[in-house]
T-cell receptor, first 115, second 113 residues
Framework: QKEVEQNSGPLSVPEGAIASLNCTYS??????FFWYRQYSGKSPELIMS????GDKEDGRFTAQLNKASQYVSLLIRDSQPSDSATYLC???????????????FGQGTRLTINP | ETGVTQSPTHLIKTRGQQVTLRCSSQ?????VSWYQQALGQGPQFIFQ???????GRGNFPPRFSGLQFPNYSSELNVNALELDDSALYLC????????????FGPGTRLLVL
């Protein structure tokens, strides 16, 4: 079983609709969860971080976390063609005594917004 | 723009050669993490440097080594290059406060022939 699993897609959504991206993880001690957006040929760009169960909203983006089900999702409302990219789910590995989180990434979901 | 820079942007090497990739962290950040991203895959953690010392390593062989300087910039060295080392190499900097978000540089694309 992979540590972080995402549906690789491609996921195709019409412009203006809600895009729903899902991610499951296997390490129950994980505490930090991130969604990154990556355009083709570019580096990952942070979209959202979430640490507590429930929803976190930022503009058109909503991250949802359910630690009991080991599940994290990203909703994109009013999808725009510029949202077409690969979305990477990342989860911290272990609890560092110092330094930063070591992130484990899923393979990414390729999202296409159709005008 | 994250303030994290990497050089070079692209590199072509042949099998068996050695390569050094460089990363300048965002101002004030003392932690640099390196990731390898193969085509169509998510980034994989190579290792992390915190205040000039290695602070954790992923499942990569010893021919992947690194360094962090007093100004917190960092180098990734790969010896005896193999074809499978062809990938996008990403560095990410952070404050090192455990929950702090990591910000990625633009990456170095390495092609091994």
């Amino acid at each position: 079983q992979k540590e972080v699993e995402q549906n690789s897609g491609p996921l195709s959504v019409p412009e203006g609709a809600i895009a729903s991206l899902n991610c499951t993880y296997s390490d129950r001690v994980s505490q930090s969860f991130f969604w990154y957006r990556q355009y083709s040929g570019k580096s990952p760009e942070l979209i959202m971080s979430i640490y507590s169960n429930g929803d976190k909203e930022d503009g058109r983006f909503t991250a949802q976390l359910n630690k009991a089900s080991q599940y994290v999702s990203l909703l994109i409302r009013d999808s725009q063609p510029s949202d077409s990219a690969t979305y990477l789910c990342a989860v911290n590995r272990g609890r560092p005594l110092q330094g930063a989180q070591k992130l484990v990434f899923g393979q990414g979901t390729r999202l296409t917004i159709n005008p | 723009e994250t303030g994290v820079t990497q050089s070079p942007t692209h590199l072509i090497k042949t099998r068996g050669q050695q390569v050094t990739l460089r990363c300048s962290s965002q101002s004030g950040h003392n932690t640099v993490s390196w990731y390898q991203q193969a085509l169509g895959q998510g980034p994989q953690f190579i290792f992390q440097y915190y205040r000039e010392e290695e602070n954790g390593r992923g499942n990569f062989p010893p021919r992947f080594s690194g360094l962090q300087f007093p100004n917190y910039s960092s180098e990734l060295n790969v010896n005896a290059l193999e074809l499978d080392d062809s990938a996008l190499y990403l560095c990410a900097s952070s404050l090192g406060t455990r929950q702090e978000t990591q910000y990625f540089g633009p990456g170095t694309r390495l092609l091994v022939l």
